[in-house]
């Protein structure tokens, strides 16, 4: 217990990654603020992690599909503690994309919370981040964003956009020495995915991925494929000629 | 979530296809009790009962595996409040660290693995090597809270919906799905244990030695060698132990370092690794008598959970667990015919464990310990040989007025398990209509066609 306890802020704090992420910070006597929509979800993950250890917990209800709400809860984690080591952003959704083509609202709805939203959070929070000279701001994209696919390109899009704006951020922010880091996980049992069989080899759990961010935000990583060897498919996928691309499935 | 596939039992004997749901909370699960429909539900946990008492093929399993946050924890009383799918290895690691001096909060009564969740825990009233000191797990639940297909979600306590809890105390999960429990952890001096291990040469001086340890040690059992007949029969080696004052141990870890990752095509327990393993055992201690050790307490509690999956040892037929209580009084007769007869078959068992269980009442209706002379075996599954010894050794302890262990059978028949139990039709006023599993039909606690509520 010789190094100070970190300051960690949870956006998105009720998701499953989230959660395992929180859980593992709070074991080391973090301290913690979650933020999510669900005001009893919040109470009780913030029940779990205090008895886990957590120094201290604040929980703060905001909807992150409220365009207005994002300012305000990136001001509102940041000043929890008076600054922050670690923010990261994981909240999303993963929309039925046959569902969503052709109905403009729910695309407009989708791209909203998985792209503009983490961005304008994550975009307020690199001011405060880059005027404290350090830290780190993990956000949670998918390998879903590394290439578009016809079963799911509308979250791909989101997800893709996020990339290139959490590489454009990291590239501002490297002078400030503030990581900047992409987490892209492969199919993960959760929440989001229930309706999926959630079964095989290529399956991991919220707490593996978790595990994987705690020791990449270590590293200081600027992109983390969880688990490790997604990196392998999308490399395939992304490098597979459009003619097979087209012919297949993906 | 979807969780729907394959659920087996630890022992691997049984194996069917599910439906199940894994309600993601609390409100979840009781809004799914409380919607259940036209088929039956039972809970299932960690999966570490080795028998049919957490499956139910053609109805509902509820997986309760993300119920796993805590709620409260009085640093003070001892007092921890979590939900159902808190394993045990997770409660230790959360609560159990020790203090400067060494001393700090200890799960009162652990049984033989730290990876079962509290409901599970509950539902079967587990016991652990301090049986005869502490009871079973039951003796210190605080209340509980339960979730009814009525929609009604009750806490029960000693005091509140008292008749309930008893019933919910090794019900099975009959009773209803358990949301979450308060437990009553002790505090210990030192979070370490000094043990002695003490060969015997026959099953007489178990009972002496148990005579003379149960007061002092907290936690005692023996290690029989079953193949050992004739002179030697019920000879072993007798444990206890006991916390040791200032010597602090760090909580086991929450997942074994090692594991076997998948099922062998045979079973690697033969009857000549059987032979091989408790010729071993047995000379464990080499040419002294006895041995003091001082150690973290898991190698004791929980010998079985350095290797994760080790029931795929067994292979695709499985092993069957067996574990009775027999009554105090010709408790050695019993317990001589008993290893009498598995001698005879020729069936070994790796591990055979005696333990002596005391006067404590075990709280629940259904709840398995009772005073007498407990005795656990595992047998690789050969088929009828092994099903015809089960029969005999079912057929000793009912006419010796004893019982076997739910959370451990595969194979009792209604007539011993009512015999055994006789708070059965007490029990059966509790039980919720839309709950059902494969042992509760059948042991006959339901009706074998009990599929549909209200049938």
């Known amino acids: 217990m010789s190094a100070p306890a970190r300051r960690i802020a949870v956006f998105g ?222 490399s395939v996928v992304r490098l597979l000629p459009r003619p097979l691309f087209h012919r297949s499935k993906l | 979530m979807a969780a729907s596939g394959a659920y ?27 919607t259940l429909g036209p088929r039956r539900a039972i809970a299932y946990g960690a999966g570490r009962s080795y028998g049919d008492v957490a499956l139910n093929p053609g109805g509902l399993l509820i997986d309760t595996r993300r119920l796993d946050r805590f709620i409260a924890f009085d640093r003070e009383a001892g007092l921890l409040t979590c939900e159902a799918g808190v394993r045990l290895a997770d409660i230790l690691a959360v609560t159990a660290r020790p203090d400067a001096d060494g001393s700090g909060w200890m799960l009162p009564v652990v049984p033989g693995t730290r990876f079962v969740t509290v409901g599970g825990a509950i539902a079967n009233d587990v016991h652990g090597k301090n049986a005869h000191l502490r009871g079973s797990f039951g003796c ?61 040469d026959r099953l007489d001086d178990f009972f002496t030695l148990d005579a003379e340890s149960a007061e002092a040690w907290e ?24 916390h040791l004052p200032g010597a602090a141990a760090p909580p086991p870890a929450r997942s074994p370092r090692l594991s076997v990752p998948l099922t062998p095509p045979r079973s690697l327990v033969g009857n000549l690794s059987v032979k091989a393993f408790n010729a071993l055992y047995w000379r464990k201690l080499g040419s002294a008598v006895s041995r003091r050790t001082v150690a973290p307490y898991e190698k004791t509690f929980f010998p079985l959970d350095a290797i994760g999956h080790w029931n795929r040892f067994y292979g695709p037929s499985g092993f069957f667990q067996f574990q009775c209580v027999v009554p105090p009084g010709d408790g050695g007769q019993v317990t001589t015919a008993l290893l009498d007869a598995i001698a005879r078959s020729k069936q070994g068992s790796m591990l055979v464990v005696l333990k002596r269980f005391g006067e404590i009442a075990s709280p629940g209706l259904l709840s398995f310990p009772m005073p007498g002379i407990s005795l656990a075996l595992d047998f690789p599954n050969s088929g009828p040989a092994t099903l015809d010894l089960l029969a005999r050794l079912e057929d000793i302890v009912a006419r010796a007025g004893g019982r076997i262990y739910p959370a451990k059978d595969s194979t009792m028949s209604a007539e011993t398990f009512a015999k055994g139990y006789p708070a059965l039709s007490a029990f059966r006023g509790f039980i919720d209509p839309a709950f059902s599993s494969a042992f509760a039909r059948r042991v006959g606690i339901l009706h074998a066609d009990a599929m549909e509520p209200g049938s």
């Open chain 2, 219 to 242: 936690y005692t059992a023996a290690w029989i060698d079953c193949l050992a007949s004739g002179a030697g029969l019920g000879r072993g080696i007798y444990l206890r132990s006991r």
């Open chain 1, 13 to 234: 704090a009720t998701s499953d990654m989230a959660s395992a992420f929180a859980r593992r910070a709070a074991e080391e006597g973090a301290r913690l603020v979650l933020l999510a929509r669900d005001e009893e979800g919040l109470e009780r993950i913030a029940a779990d992690l205090s008895v886990r250890g957590a120094l201290e917990v604040r929980t703060r209800v905001a909807d992150f599909a409220d365009p207005d709400a994002l300012k305000e809860a990136a001001e509102a984690a940041w000043s929890a503690f008076d600054g922050l080591d670690v923010a990261l952003i994981a909240y999303g959704s993963l929309p039925d994309q046959t569902a969503l083509q052709g109905d403009l609202a729910g695309t407009e709805a989708a791209l909203f919370l998985n792209f503009v939203s983490p961005a304008v959070v994550a975009g307020a929070l690199a001011e405060r981040f880059e005027a404290q000279r350090a830290g780190s701001i993990a956000v949670i994209t998918s390998v879903a964003g590394d290439r578009g696919r016809q079963s799911n390109y509308i979250y791909g899009a989101a997800k893709g956009g996020l990339q290139r704006f959490l590489e454009g951020l990291r590239h501002r922010l490297h002078p400030a020495g503030v990581q900047v880091l992409d987490v892209r996980p492969g199919f993960v049992a959760t929440k989001m995915t229930a309706h999926l069989a959630q079964s095989g080899p290529l399956w991991a759990t919220p707490d593996k991925v978790a595990a994987d961010m705690a020791r990449a935000l270590g590293t200081r990583r600027a992109v983390l494929y969880t688990p490790w060897f997604w990196w392998i498919i999308m």
């Open chain 2, 8 to 34: 087996r039992s630890w022992g691997g004997t049984v194996r069917a296809g599910h439906e199940a749901r894994m309600p993601a909370d609390p409100r979840a699960a009781a809004r799914l009790v409380g």
């Open chain 2, 140 to 200: 210190h639940v605080a209340s509980l809270e339960l979730a009814r297909s009525d929609g009604a979600r009750l806490v029960c306590s000693p005091t509140q919906n008292a008749d309930l809890f008893a019933a919910t105390l090794g019900g099975l999960g009959l009773t209803g799905l358990i949301l979450s429990a308060t437990i009553r952890l002790r505090r210990v001096s030192g979070l370490a244990l000094e043990s002695e291990e003490i060969r015997f």
